[in-house]
């Protein structure tokens, strides 16, 4: 079955960068692409951009571009993202998602358990 | 593009739950809804207006049609106390998109 295993809490002072990981099984990676989405405490989902299987391009929101990076490593079948120069409101549980389709046919069919990131002082 | 849901919605078990997201033309996009317990990641349990993952009961059923989302849930049970969530992709900003969450509460 598919499992997607993320990588532990993290506790990043602001201005810092922090990288969370994404190991996935059960399905052959290279097939499909993979998304990251993060939810602040008592809010809802925000998704924060996907890795595409088809074209290997990565896709992000506006609000994020310039600070976030999206790779894999499909020797180790493992999906990193990279977020750089922490706010505050970056504190967040992040998800990473196992992608299916792609622009108007995407959704999220498989989760990681999440990564709690707090950015404090 | 905003999609709108609302905040609560409460029901007694054995009653049908019918929660809605709200767009603009909706209905000519692919709206797909998870379930999220407390503490838990997000579940897929609706993809593509209808359809259901496997393991998913047929309890739970999605219809889209003009500017409104629906998905139902017939015959609620306490374990369906959670957040529910609709997503779609925008084309004209070329983004994927989440309404707030709605948080079932069964009585």
């Known amino acids: 079955q598919v499992h997607l295993v993320q990588s532990g809490a993290e506790v990043k002072k602001p201005g810092a960068s922090v990288k969370v990981s994404c190991k996935a099984s059960?399905?052959?990676?290279?097939?499909?692409?993979v998304g990251w989405l993060r939810q602040a405490p008592g809010q809802g989902l925000e998704w924060m951009g996907w890795?595409?299987?088809?074209?290997?391009?990565?896709h992000y929101p506006r609000n994020l571009q310039g600070r976030v990076t999206m790779s894999t490593d499909k020797s180790s079948n493992t999906a990193y993202m990279e977020l750089r120069s922490l706010r505050s409101d970056d504190t967040a549980v992040y998800y990473c998602?196992?992608?299916?389709?792609?622009?108007?046919?995407?959704?999220?069919?498989?989760w990681g358990q999440g990564t709690l990131v707090t950015v404090s002082s | 593009y905003v999609l709108t849901q609302p905040p609560s919605v409460s029901m007694a078990p054995g009653e049908t739950a019918r929660i809605t997201c709200a767009g603009p033309?909706?209905?000519?996009?692919?709206v797909h809804w998870y379930q999220q317990k407390p503490g838990q990641a997000p579940d897929l349990i609706i993809f593509?207006?209808?359809s259901r993952p496997t393991g998913i009961p047929e309890r739970f059923s999605g219809s889209n049609s003009g500017n409104t989302a629906t998905l139902t849930i017939i015959r609620v049970e306490a374990g369906d106390e959670a957040d529910y969530y609709c997503?779609?992709?925008?084309?004209?900003?070329?983004?994927?998109?989440f309404g707030g969450g709605t948080r079932l509460t069964v009585l």
């Open positions: 998602a196992r992608v299916f389709g792609d622009y108007e046919l995407i959704y999220f069919d498989f």
């Open positions: 059960g399905y052959t990676f290279s097939n499909y692409g």
């Open positions: 890795l595409s299987s088809n074209s290997g391009n990565a």
């Open positions: 033309n909706i209905g000519s996009k692919s």
């Open positions: 593509f207006d209808s």
């Open positions: 997503q779609v992709w925008d084309g004209s900003s070329d983004q994927v998109v």
